[in-house]
């Protein structure tokens, strides 16, 4: 006669015990208690994020109007050769890619370059918040060779406490913090940016 593995008597044990797991309640200890007074909080958050971005390999511009940031990437050889330009920004830069007629995300893989919108930015790491609502497509910011994001100098949080609670409570859907353009490192502390994602990154502050 043959036996499922389940009903063996290992496996009855392991029922048993994942049994007596599921059916005990835990205490939790609950979130530890955030003093605000303790957190790092800057005197200039907007230089401190300008400065944490050159660190982490992006750049910055301070920026007065949306016709400086199509200006400033025209100065770039590699914007000037693009011929495949994602943009969420049309009053910046005109998009060569209408991306509501993308039904396929893996028909953005030529993309040059992405041009989005961020939310705002965190000065202790030069991070930048994009809402997935903001993306038509959520890979064009991962898969385009160069990444443009456009904020408001105005929107700089001090910290990542401060950076969740201004995102609140999450809703179903995407958001995703950039740090920079992508980098990794091996074991031999060799650093590689642009390694699987963006090369570069260049951040525009607009008032």
Known sequence: MNHS??????????????DRLRGRAVKS???????PDQLIQFDDR???????????????HRVDSPQQIAEILSELEEFRSA????????????PTVDLNAIDD???LAPLD??????????????????DGDTLPHRVMIFIAQYLAIV??????????H???????????????????????????????????????LQVFLLP
Not at 5 to 18: C, F, G, K, M
């Open 5 to 18: 593995a389940t009903s063996t008597p290992e496996a009855h044990s392991r029922q048993v015990v994942l």
């Open 29 to 35: 200890p609950g979130l530890p208690e955030i003093d």
């Open 46 to 60: 907007l230089t401190q994020f300008e400065q944490t971005l050159e660190l982490v390999g992006g750049q910055s």
């Open 83 to 94: 011929t495949c330009i994602a943009s969420t920004v049309p009053e910046a830069v005109a």
């Open 105 to 107: 995300p893996h028909d």
């Open 113 to 130: 370059w992405t041009i989005a919108r961020g939310e705002f930015g965190v000065a202790e790491n030069g991070a930048i918040w994009i």
């Open 151 to 160: 904020i408001s100098r105005e929107q700089i949080v001090d910290q990542m």
């Open 162 to 200: 401060q950076a969740y609670m201004r995102i609140g409570t999450p809703k179903p859907g995407f958001g995703v913090f950039v740090s920079g353009p992508s980098k990794t490192a091996d074991i031999e502390q060799s650093l590689v940016l642009g390694a699987h994602g963006c090369r570069e």
